[in-house]
Each structure stands twice: as C-alpha cells, then as structure tokens.
C-alpha cells in the first residue's frame, strides 16, 4: 500500500497498521500534502497525528502564528489597581470591590464620587498610579512572550489607569475601557467599551483568523478562558481553582510561559 | 432662558443665539450632562460643538482610549520587505511584485519556489531580514503614538518575516499571515490569516467598541482607510494621491502624528 493510500484510509477511520514516529508521520504527509493538500490532525484516542483533509489550522507544529495570548491585566501582571491606588493615595475606603458592591455601575459611580470629594483628578491620579509597579517578572514573561506571539492585554480598567503601568510594561497593546474626563481633569463618567469584554473580544479575534489561548485570575476572566483553544488560570483563588479543576492553574511566570509555549506548538 | 433649555432648543435644530468660546460650552454642557447624559456633536457648519443626544462616542475632546490606529507595515514602518530580501541575499529576480505577476498566490508560489533553489529556509531568511532597518524615523513615531493610544499593525507580510522587524521597533502588535514551515525550516507554504484582512480586521476592531484611525500606502490600504473614523495615506505613489484627492496624504511622521492625534482629539 502506497504512503498516500495508507493515510487516506486512516483518515477514513481505520485504525494505522503502526504507530509512526512524530518526524516520520511529518516527513511522510509533507511529501503527501505537496500533491494533494493533506493535512495533520492530532488524534488524542491514538495518540498520534492522523491526516486531516481540512484546511490546515492549529496542529502544523511549527506554526505560531495565528495565535493571538489574551492576558488579563489587574491580578496577571500587576496589582489590582484600587487597592494599591487606595493605599498609595491613602484612601482605604477605595479597597471596597464587587464583594461589597456587586453593581459595577454603583461601584464605579461610588468610587469616582470619592475621588472628586478628594478632590482628585486624572492629573493626580495618573502621578499615584505611576508609582504603582508592575508584579516582579511581569515585564520579562511579557517581552519573552511578545517574541513567540502575538500578545493583547484584556482588562476591565480605565485606558488611563492603565497608562502609567503599560509604560512599565513595554507598552504592550491593551483593549480595555475609559473615563469621561473633562477639560479640566475632572473624571465625569465611565464609558465601558463593550458587553462581556473578555469574550466579545476573544470571539471578534477569532473572526479574523486567530486561535486565542487566554490567562487571568478571576471569574470575569473565565469566560474568555473557556472561550479558546486553551486557557489557564493564573494566581486565582483557591476557591475558583476548586471550582474550575479542569482548568490549569499556575502561579509563576515560568510555568505560565511553558504552559503558553506548549498550548502554542502542540 | 436656561442654559440647558437654550442646549435643548439647539439641539433641536435651532441657530444659537451667539456663539460661545469652546471652553464655555464646554463647562455648561457638562453641568447639564451631569443630570441628563447629554453629549456634544461638532456642527461644521456652525463651526461650534453642539449636544448630541446619542450615547457619547467621539467627540469628547479628551477620551482618547476608544481609538486603535492601524498601520501598514511595509513602505510605511519599513521598506518593502521582499525588494529589502532581494537586495540583502543577491537574489534580484524577488523584487518581481503584483504589478508584474497580478495573483498572489502565483506570486507567492513563484517565490518560494525561488527561495527552495536557492537553499533558503526560515532562518536563513530570518537573518537576512534582521539585517533590514525600519525607516528613519519609525520607531520613534511608533513609540510615540503607541504611547498616546493604541496602535495594531496590519500587514499582508508574514510573522516569520515580520519577526526581526517588529523586535527593532519594540515589539508592537502585529496581525498579518503566517508561513508554512516544516520541521527543518523549509517553507512550505503560506497561510493568509482572513479574506480582505485589513478591512475585516477593522470591521472586527470596531464591532468590540472602537473607532478606528488607519494609515498606508498602497491599494490594499484603501479599504481600512476608508471604514475609519479617519484615515490617512502616507508616503504613497502619486497615482494613488491623485485618485483619491478626498483622503489626506502626508510624506513624515511627524504630519502624520499630527493628523493622528487631531483625529483623536477632535
């Protein structure tokens, strides 16, 4: 039986005569697929690559670069921004979270009330957030990471929270939501920039070619988490860890990175 | 008469009275807002802002976060990357182009056919691109502008060829196709990521809640050009510049930025 034939009647369901060896499998269907466009699916019951006569997408191992990482930001790769803008500002009322307010218009409108009676505007509290630093070795698992591929930041914050940290990141791109600021700097209002965000997003990403594999800490990250080809949780909560145990959960860059790298190749 | 009833009586169609300075507008709109969410629309015709009663988008001066301006790549950040190839490995027939060979695939099929005779695989052309420069000027606009907003490169190159580019110019986000690569770093074909991608990239980047800014060179820059906000060609031929007068054409980063940044503001 010719090599061709024999991966045509493996695509068709039938067991392989053997287990090949990766390269070998490789070598063959790269000779195969000059001719007739044939492809490798990863067939996890065999354990092994089986043609696939789609258009190739995520399983030609040395293809990186249809994938889009989408990062949560606050938890991720710096601190949740109010609670260290409450203690850099020394306004411990700021702490308050969903937790105690699960409307996250009152909140917001809450919090933005504190800031005026402060006095506070987005003058002062971009100068706070600019003392705010980056998690350690958030910077060097971005810059590795945005070499490999490409990288967005999806976040709940305001763009001008998040200014003075994305320069300390290596102005990563970032898609998140914004104030209303007036002329004068007084923050007037918020403006979220679309309904579920993290999913919206990841699902537009994807309706442009890309397989997304995303990372974050909490439940709003979920969603976008579940959403694509793979997705892992990254200093979350016990309790989310043991209510989503078939989600990967990591605490260090280093594991994240591998966990990336290897979601990126396989 | 109130001020916010003269705003309603404006709105509603009618000359204002006297035409007050921007910043009075401002103030007293903002007053109004507070209770009744009502925004300002520039009325070129009476060359002052006037309220709106739709959901603010893109006219409060200072919201610049729901903007991505989305830049080509090639004769805009760095030079035509296949003429730059062709010269750097002495291969002078690569710089044959679409206006020589009209189908792509053609060409792009013809040009790994040359790469294949000439023994070049990946990372033989990888360090043939790292030898290439952005253009003059580059990097520094980008990081200014990526420091003003965001900003995603869409390019119709390769991320395999697009790789040591995007490394000199700090690591900017880029969607463009991918290559093919076998295990042994041959080029075995080409992956192009969506159809008419950078008119679906923007069409994607404006269904998640932004309004996008794009700039260019070529033919295939039209598009994303025009479904903008704004849209600008930059260094162009003159062909393009003289059949689309309608579209502003600037030849420095520096007008550039400029345009950029007053499109965001305005």
Redesign the interface.
């Known amino acids: 039986m010719h090599s061709c034939e024999k991966f045509l009647a493996v695509g068709s369901g039938m067991e392989p005569a053997k287990i090949h060896r990766q ?1 070998d499998v ?1 070598r063959r269907v ?1 000779n195969f ?2 001719r007739k466009r044939v492809y490798l699916q990863y067939n996890s019951e065999w354990n092994d690559y089986l043609p696939s006569f789609t258009y ?1 997408r995520d399983n ?7 994938y889009i990482v989408c990062l949560d930001l606050e938890g991720v790769l710096v601190p949740e921004i109010w609670i260290a803008f409450a203690k850099e500002s020394g306004i411990p009322e700021l702490t308050r979270t969903t937790r105690d307010e699960p409307d996250y218009d009152k909140l917001m409108n809450w919090r933005l009330g504190i800031l005026r009676e402060h006095g506070l505007g987005l003058k002062e509290i971009q100068e706070t957030i600019s003392k705010i630093d980056p998690l350690p070795g958030a910077k060097e698992f971005l ?1 590795k990471l ?2 490999m591929t ?3 930041i999806i976040s709940d914050t ?3 929270f998040a ?1 003075p940290l994305m ?1 300390k990141l ?14 004068d700097g007084e923050i ?1 209002g918020f ?1 979220m ?2 309904k579920e ?1 993290k999913l ?2 990841v699902k ?2 994807q ?4 397989e997304t594999i995303a990372a974050g800490d909490s439940h709003n990250d979920l969603a976008m988490i579940q959403a694509g080809k793979a997705g892992f949780l990254f200093k979350s909560t016990e309790q989310i860890k043991k209510d989503y145990p078939q989600i990967p959960a990591y605490e260090t860059y280093e594991e994240l990175f591998d966990a990336l790298k290897e979601a990126i190749e396989r």
Chains 1, 2 share one sequence.
Not at 170 to 183: D, H, Q, W
Request: hydrophobic share 35%.
């Open positions: 390269e490789f790269k697929r000059l190739m030609w191992r040395h293809d990186m670069s249809m810059d945005r070499r490409q990288v967005i305001f763009t001008q200014g320069e290596g102005l990563p791109t970032i898609f998140c939501n914004s104030l209303e600021v007036a002329p007037t403006k920039r679309v965000s919206t997003t537009a990403l309706s442009i070619g890309y």
